[in-house]
């Protein structure tokens, strides 16, 4: 099984901030990786796909990225919206794995 | 607009059978795969079963694999999920998400497993 690492697991940040959130695949994966964010008691909403492709909808300050087998989320600046944890999910090979989480909090 | 509505969860005691639903709108169903993705409480999120857009392929995570089965009917624009022998780590709210990227989530289903 492909195993997805993030880091951090916890980010404070100010509103206006450039933030990253990194996520490693213990393999190689294609560049099918998507990034999503949740907010409490809500289901996760998809932000980017295919690694750098952005969902419809989703505002440009969100961008992907990756190198072999490290994938990145950037927010370019951050708004109060964008507190939420923050998930990546291969789906290149099954089981589809999520990473652990990075919880984005308002400094 | 797109919409997936999980239905059928709530208290089991362990060992016990439990099937979800999933009803979807909005899209043609029968042309997409379609995910089942778990959440314990305050923990992280957990992929669980897909099942491919005609129902000829299915595939499960290792927790799961055995116990539950995924199944859908295009007609009735359905997406279940049979879960039997439950334990107490099943307890999870369990969300239907459409496609290979899941760019549609419903609103999930609280399943809990306690004797």
């Known amino acids: 099984d492909i195993k997805m690492t993030q880091s951090p697991s916890t980010l404070s940040a100010f509103v206006g901030d450039r933030v990253t959130i990194t996520c490693r695949a213990s393999q190689g994966i294609s560049s099918m990786l998507a990034w999503y964010h949740q907010k409490p008691g809500r289901a996760p909403k998809l932000l980017i796909y295919r690694a750098s492709s952005l969902e419809s909808g989703v505002p440009s300050r969100f961008s992907g990225s990756e190198s072999g087998t490290e994938f990145t989320l950037t927010i370019s600046s951050l708004q109060p919206d964008d507190f939420a944890t923050y998930y990546c999910?291969?789906?290149?090979?099954?089981?589809?794995?999520f990473g652990q989480g990075t919880k984005l909090e308002i400094k | 607009q797109v919409q997936l509505v999980e239905s059928g969860g709530g208290v089991v005691q362990p060992g016990r059978s439990l099937r979800l639903s999933c009803a979807a709108s909005g899209f043609t169903f029968s042309t997409y795969g379609i995910h089942w993705v778990r959440q314990a409480p305050g923990k992280g999120l957990e992929w669980v079963a897909i099942i491919s857009h005609d129902g000829s392929s299915q595939h499960y995570a290792d927790s799961v694999k055995g116990r539950f089965t995924i199944s859908r009917d295009n007609s009735k624009n359905t997406l279940y999920l049979q879960m039997n022998s439950l334990r107490a780590e099943d307890t999870a709210v369990y969300y239907c998400?459409?496609?290979?990227?899941?760019?549609?989530w419903g609103q999930g289903t609280l399943v809990t497993v306690s004797s």
């Open positions: 999910q291969q789906y290149n090979t099954y089981p589809h794995s």
């Open positions: 998400a459409r496609g290979i990227y899941s760019d549609y």
